[in-house]
Each structure stands twice: as C-alpha cells, then as structure tokens.
C-alpha cells in the first residue's frame, strides 16, 4: 500500500495550491480518503474528508476555501486550497480508510508521508 502526496510549496496569502495524492495497492473506490495536517509544535487535525459516494466533510477553519474531490479512474485524491493564510502552514497528509469517513485520525488505516504547505504573509 503507497499514498504519495505532491504538490506543497511556498505561496502568498491569498494564493492557490492544489495537493495530490495517489494511492496504489489497495482498492481506491472503496476507501474513504481524508487530509490531515500538523503544524509546527502541535498535533494532528482533521482538514477534509470524502466518502466512496463523494460525501464531502470539512473542518470548520478550512470551510469555503479548501475543497476535497476524488477521481476514482486515478486513484487520486486532491485538495483545493485557495484563500490560503500564514495559519494554513503545516505538513500535510492523506489517508485512507475501510471503515468511515470520520474527522477521527484512528479510522484511517493507510497514511501518506505528508507534503510541506508554506504560507508567506
């Protein structure tokens, strides 16, 4: 099992990035897929969610900025960032799940190695 995300960087406040993240190994439309991300000096949290059937879930800090979507042909995941601000700083990783499409990090099964998102104000 492989989740690879790509796509961080450093950008502005008020720019775009879009994050990807492709699976392998495992079979992709049956899992719920999710973003997690962890700043500098603090835990874990929950950002978006996806289910199989495309039910989407967000965080409130990232509600009307940030869209998650899924295309089931690549087995990719990907995150939508736009509006992004210096707070948005963090690692950023995916995972997968059999189970739900909860906020909770313990449903997830598979984590990718997590990809750096840079803020600048």
């Known amino acids: 099992v492989q989740l690879q995300a790509s796509g961080g960087g450093l950008v502005q406040a008020g720019g775009s990035l879009r994050l990807s993240c492709a699976a392998s190994?495992?079979?992709?439309?049956?899992?719920?897929m999710a973003w997690f991300r962890q700043a500098p000096g603090k835990g874990r949290e929950f950002v978006a969610s996806?289910?199989?059937?495309?039910?989407?879930a967000y965080a409130d800090s990232v509600k009307g900025r940030f869209t998650i979507a899924r295309d089931n042909a690549k087995n990719t995941v990907y995150l939508q960032m736009d509006s992004l601000k210096p707070e948005d700083t963090s690692v950023y990783y995916c995972?997968?799940?059999?189970?739900?499409?909860?906020?909770?990090?313990?449903?997830?099964?598979?984590w990718g190695q997590g990809t750096q998102v840079t803020v600048s104000s």
């Open positions: 996806i289910s199989w059937d495309r039910s989407t």
């Open positions: 190994g495992f079979t992709f439309s049956h899992y719920a």
């Open positions: 995972a997968a799940s059999s189970r739900s499409w909860s906020r909770l990090e313990s449903v997830y099964e598979y």
